[in-house]
């Protein structure tokens, strides 16, 4: 009767292991986190961003806006000084396109969707950048100066070049690997 339970119960630990080293093998997709703050260093919020086959997934989740419409961009430099974040440097734009989903010359690859905060100052934005990717290839995202996310104070106008109308700088993270 042991030996039967025995027989019964092989094939089930074999695929059970089967599973958990597939599991196991498959790599974890890169990716870069930052912790997003204002120009006095309270904390704004955090970005991440994951590369996958169709270009990176960002996600940011923000607090402590002014309610309404922010844009928000990668930009091209990792380096957030307060209080104006100008230390980041323009939109990333490796392809050296213009600014804006709809200017008819292209869009930065920094470019991203409006922002709506909330009354209570929150918000977040979901969005994928085609074709870009971490570290390497031909348009990696954290090249020897890095990058930062910044959340500026005014709605991106989606054509101006170079930065969309987008107002001052009022949040900003360093994006780091992992």
């Keep these: 009767?042991?030996?039967?339970?025995?027989?019964?119960?092989?094939?089930?630990?074999?695929?059970?292991?089967?599973?958990?080293?597939?599991s196991q093998s498959a790599p974890a997709a890169p990716t870069a986190k930052a912790k997003l703050a204002a120009g006095d260093g309270s904390a704004r919020g955090?970005?991440?961003?994951?590369?996958?086959?169709d270009g990176l997934h960002v996600?940011?989740?923000?607090?402590?806006?002014?309610?309404g419409i922010h844009a928000v961009h990668i930009h091209t430099t990792g380096?957030?000084?307060?209080?104006?974040?100008?230390?980041?440097?323009?939109?990333?734009?490796?392809?050296?396109?213009?600014?804006?989903?709809?200017?008819?010359?292209?869009?930065?690859?920094?470019?991203?969707?409006n922002m709506q905060a909330k009354p209570d100052g929150s918000g977040?934005?979901?969005?994928?950048?085609?074709?870009?990717?971490?570290?390497?290839?031909?348009?990696?995202?954290?090249?020897?100066?890095?990058?930062?996310i910044v959340i500026h104070a005014q709605a991106d106008d989606y054509k101006s070049d170079p930065t969309g109308n987008a107002g001052g700088r009022v949040a900003c993270g360093v994006l780091s690997a992992g």
Excluded: R
Aim: charged residues 10%.
């Design 79 to 113: 380096v957030c000084t307060g209080p104006d974040f100008t230390s980041a440097g323009g939109h990333w734009n490796p392809t050296s396109h213009q600014h804006g989903k709809d200017n008819p010359q292209g869009m930065h690859m920094g470019d991203m969707p």
């Design 46 to 53: 955090t970005a991440v961003v994951t590369q996958a086959g």
């Design 59 to 67: 996600v940011v989740k923000a607090q402590g806006l002014t309610p």
């Design 1 to 22: 009767m042991k030996t039967a339970a025995l027989f019964l119960a092989l094939p089930l630990l074999a695929s059970v292991a089967a599973c958990a080293a597939t």
């Design 124 to 148: 977040e934005i979901e969005y994928v950048v085609p074709g870009g990717t971490i570290s390497d290839g031909a348009t990696p995202l954290l090249d020897a100066d890095g990058a930062a």
